[in-house]
Each structure stands twice: as C-alpha cells, then as structure tokens.
C-alpha cells in the first residue's frame, strides 16, 4: 500500500503544482493572500522555520556556546547527510509512496566507494560515480517492482531495506570497518572553502537570484501576466542576500577554540554540496516538465495518466533519484565519521531522513512538497541532538524530542490537509 491510500486524494489545485498561479498584483494583496493561504491550511515550511526559531532560542538560553561560530559550523555538517537523504525521499513522498530501504542503500553505496578506493585504488571521482551508481541501479529495480508489477512501495523497500543490510556485512565482515579517508571526499566535512572563495560564492548567489527573479517580473509585466509586486521582489532579494551574506560573514570568522593557536575559518566543503544539490533539484521540481508530471501523478494519478503522462517512468525515476541521493547522503555520512562499517545507514538514518522532510512541510499523502522543506527539516532534526549533546543531555531525552517533534508536524500536516479540504483549496 502507498502512504496515501488511507486520505482522500487531492485534487491538481490542492499540489505545489499549482503554487504558480496563485499570485497577487500589489503587496498588501500579496499579504492578504499569504493570510488566506495560512488560514485555509497551506503553511509550508513555516511550522518548520518557527521550530527551528524557537529550538535556538532556547538552546541559545540553556547553553553559552550553542550560538557559536565553532558550534554552527559543527551543525552544518552533522545536518549535511540528513538534508540529502530528505531531499531525494521529497521525490518518492511527493507520490505518496515510501523508500524504507534510503538508509541503507546509502550505507552499501559509501561501503562499495570506500572498497574499491582501498583495494583496487580508484580515484575519488571514479568511485563516487560507482558508489552513486549503485544507489541508482537499485531505485531502478525498486521502481520497476513498485511501477511494472504493482507491489506497494512499503513491501518492496523493506525487502530491499532488510537485503542491503547484507552488502557491507558481506564485504567488510562483522565487526570490521573501512577508513574513509580519501583527502577529498573526507575534506568534505573537515575542510573550509577558503575564505575569499567564500565570499565570491555568495555574492554569485545572490546577484544570480537577484537577475533571475527580476528578469522573471519583467518577463511578465511584458507580456501582460499576473506578477508579483516589484516590492515583494525587492523584499525577497533583501532577505536572501541577508541570510547568505550573513551565514558567510559568520563562518568566514576565526572559530578555534584556541585563535591564538590556529586558526579554523570558512564555511564547510560539505555546505555548498547540499546548496548545489538543493538549487538543482528545485529547478527540476519547479521549471522542468518532469517536476510538473511528479506533482501532477502524487496529486491524482489517474488524472495524470487520463492526461497523457506516463506515470510508471514518473515513478522509477523519483525511485531512481531518492536511492542516488542516498547513495550520496551515505558518502557524506561517512566523509563525517571518517569510515564505514557494517551498521552504516541501518540506524535512524531513515527515520530521521522522513522525520526531516515531513517537519518541512512535505505531505506524507503525496502532492506537496518541495526541495528546501528537507533543508530546513533536516536543520531542525540536526538542532535538537546538537543542543542536547551541549546540555549533556540522556539519549533517551534526543529520541524523545524528536520523536515528539515529528509527531507534531505530522499533526500539522493532517489538520492542513483537512483545513484544505473544508475551504475548498
């Protein structure tokens, strides 16, 4: 069975597909509408983005050193793995299904890349591309079984979620482990962009926003469609420009704990991995055929297919996608530990991969989703072992938070989907 099979099936308005059309000409009308978008239960990533306010202001309060430099830079990296895994299981979620097997495959996909740089002395690049590779081939089989012979996604990943398991028992043995120590693709999490580097990589992103976001405004006053106002624009550019820049000016800071010493500035190698990742996989959901086809098949398949599109490719290819970006959320989880080992991905990878991208505001029903609500879910599942771990906190206590956590967002999705419902959305 897939996730959606116990609620209602939304209709094509009811999708982030149709987020397009809903605009307003002036900025109090864009503000009225946002009101009204809220009221009727589309919240997005907001719950999200207040959560993860409110996590650090009180981690900020309990604790001196959470807000540090040294200790931001700490929760880029440990989030980096988790925000990938989400993004690539937004794809599967978005049509209702689920891939139980995301964590593990990443696991054998980073066991496979390490075996091959160890014992037969691949390059980094040629290994990623079989570790990535491997990750593909088995969304392909997975999507196959799910798409052609019809088996719920749930039987068929947890087959493959109990098999992978074997990979990396098989080739490095119980018990053992295999160093993940390449400079480069461990200088993913240990190494910084060099400060200037830094910088220009921000002032590229937000002037490239800038341009196309006005280029985008100007394109339809021209040709006489319904536009944003130019001050939500101004608006949007303004808040962006503060984020990045700022974050830059935050991790470009000397962070040792000893500045006199050494010296640790610049933003993590691994960040621009994950802001990469996230705008190429926005583009694909937001700008391409194959991104509106996704939404169309998770908000109505049957309408999708009366319409001519092809949903068993839709979804082998979201299966494809989720199991490749597992493969490299597991190659950044090892470049952080700095190994692999036969448990690597089996733990609560998954779960928490899930828990980020529901907290996001992605619908476990299918239809609603988006690339940047595993970024911010993945941020705020990362913030609370992070601020626990500076309490000196029980384990027991991070599992009990987050399982909290994620029990309220799917809360929050269910009343939104009802709300949604009732006012016709």
Same mark, same amino acid.
């Given at each position: 069975?897939?996730?959606?099979?116990?609620?209602?099936?939304?209709?094509?308005?009811?999708?982030?597909?149709?987020?397009?059309?809903?605009?307003?000409?002036?900025?109090?009308?864009?503000?009225?509408?946002?009101?009204?978008?809220?009221?009727?239960?589309?919240?997005?990533?907001?719950?999200?983005?207040?959560?993860?306010?409110?996590?650090?202001?009180?981690? *900020?309060?309990?604790?001196?050193?959470?807000?540090?430099?040294?200790?931001?830079?700490?929760?880029?990296?440990?989030?980096?793995?988790?925000?990938?895994?989400?993004?690539?299981?937004?794809?599967?979620?978005?049509?209702?299904?689920?891939?139980?097997?995301?964590?593990?495959?990443?696991?054998?996909?980073?066991?496979?890349?390490?075996?091959?740089?160890?014992?037969?002395?691949?390059?980094?690049?040629?290994?990623?591309?079989?570790?990535?590779?491997?990750?593909?081939?088995?969304?392909?089989?997975?999507?196959?079984?799910?798409?052609?012979?019809?088996?719920?996604?749930?039987?068929?990943?947890?087959?493959?979620?109990?098999?992978?398991?074997?990979?990396?028992?098989?080739?490095?043995?119980?018990?053992?482990?295999?160093?993940?120590?390449?400079?480069?693709?461990?200088?993913?999490?240990?190494?910084?962009?060099?400060?200037?580097?830094?910088?220009?990589?921000?002032?590229?992103?937000?002037?490239?926003?800038?341009?196309?976001?006005?280029?985008?405004?100007? *394109?339809?006053?021209?040709?006489?469609?319904?536009?944003?106002?130019?001050?939500?624009?101004?608006?949007?550019?303004?808040?962006?420009?503060?984020?990045?820049?700022?974050?830059?000016?935050?991790?470009?800071?000397?962070?040792?704990?000893?500045?006199?010493?050494?010296?640790?500035?610049?933003?993590?190698?691994?960040?621009?991995?994950?802001?990469?990742?996230?705008?190429?996989?926005?583009?694909?959901?937001?700008? *391409?055929?194959?991104?509106?086809?996704?939404?169309?098949?998770?908000?109505?398949?049957?309408?999708?297919?009366?319409?001519?599109?092809?949903?068993?490719?839709?979804?082998?290819?979201?299966?494809?996608?989720?199991?490749?970006?597992?493969?490299?959320?597991?190659?950044?989880?090892?470049?952080?530990?700095?190994?692999?080992?036969?448990?690597?991905?089996?733990?609560?990878?998954?779960?928490?991969?899930?828990?980020?991208?529901?907290?996001?505001?992605?619908?476990?029903?299918?239809?609603?989703?988006?690339?940047?609500?595993?970024?911010?879910?993945?941020?705020?599942?990362?913030?609370?072992?992070?601020?626990?771990?500076?309490?000196?906190?029980?384990?027991?206590?991070?599992?009990?938070? *987050?399982?909290?956590?994620?029990?309220?967002?799917?809360?929050?999705?269910?009343?939104?989907?009802?709300?949604?419902?009732?006012?016709?959305?």
């Amino acid at each position: 069975m897939t996730l959606g099979s116990t609620s209602p099936t939304p209709s094509v308005a009811d999708t982030d597909f149709a987020a397009d059309t809903r605009q307003a000409a002036t900025l109090q009308d864009s503000a009225r509408d946002y009101v009204s978008r809220l009221r009727g239960g589309d919240m997005g990533s907001l719950p999200a983005i207040l959560g993860l306010i409110v996590l650090f202001i009180v981690f *900020t309060a309990l604790h001196d050193r959470f807000l540090t430099t040294y200790n931001m830079a700490n929760l880029v990296v440990q989030a980096a793995s988790i925000c990938v895994l989400a993004m690539g299981l937004v794809f599967v979620l978005l049509l209702g299904e689920i891939d139980l097997s995301a964590g593990v495959a990443g696991g054998a996909s980073a066991t496979i890349t390490a075996l091959v740089m160890i014992d037969h002395g691949w390059e980094w690049w040629a290994a990623t591309l079989l570790g990535i590779g491997a990750g593909a081939a088995i969304g392909v089989v997975i999507g196959l079984l799910v798409a052609e012979l019809g088996i719920p996604s749930f039987v068929v990943t947890l087959a493959f979620f109990l098999a992978l398991q074997a990979v990396p028992l098989k080739l490095i043995g119980s018990g053992g482990s295999l160093r993940f120590n390449d400079e480069i693709l461990r200088g993913l999490s240990i190494k910084n962009v060099p400060i200037v580097a830094g910088w220009i990589a921000a002032a590229v992103i937000v002037l490239g926003f800038a341009a196309l976001v006005l280029w985008r405004y100007r *394109t339809r006053v021209a040709r006489g469609l319904v536009h944003q106002p130019l001050a939500l624009v101004l608006i949007q550019i303004a808040v962006l420009a503060a984020i990045v820049l700022g974050v830059t000016a935050l991790l470009s800071a000397n962070r040792a704990p000893n500045p006199e010493l050494f010296n640790i500035s610049g933003i993590p190698w691994v960040a621009p991995v994950v802001i990469a990742l996230l705008l190429f996989w926005t583009f694909v959901l937001r700008r *391409t055929r194959f991104g509106r086809h996704l939404y169309a098949v998770g908000g109505n398949a049957e309408a999708a297919r009366r319409a001519g599109i092809n949903v068993r490719r839709v979804k082998i290819a979201a299966f494809v996608i989720c199991s490749g970006m597992a493969a490299v959320s597991g190659l950044l989880a090892a470049s952080y530990t700095g190994k692999v080992s036969p448990g690597s991905g089996g733990g609560n990878e998954l779960l928490y991969a899930v828990g980020a991208a529901v907290i996001g505001g992605t619908s476990l029903f299918g239809g609603r989703g988006r690339a940047i609500d595993a970024v911010v879910g993945g941020l705020v599942i990362a913030t609370i072992p992070n601020g626990l771990g500076l309490l000196n906190q029980a384990s027991y206590i991070n599992f009990l938070v *987050t399982g909290g956590v994620l029990l309220l967002a799917a809360s929050v999705d269910a009343i939104s989907r009802r709300r949604r419902s009732a006012s016709g959305v």
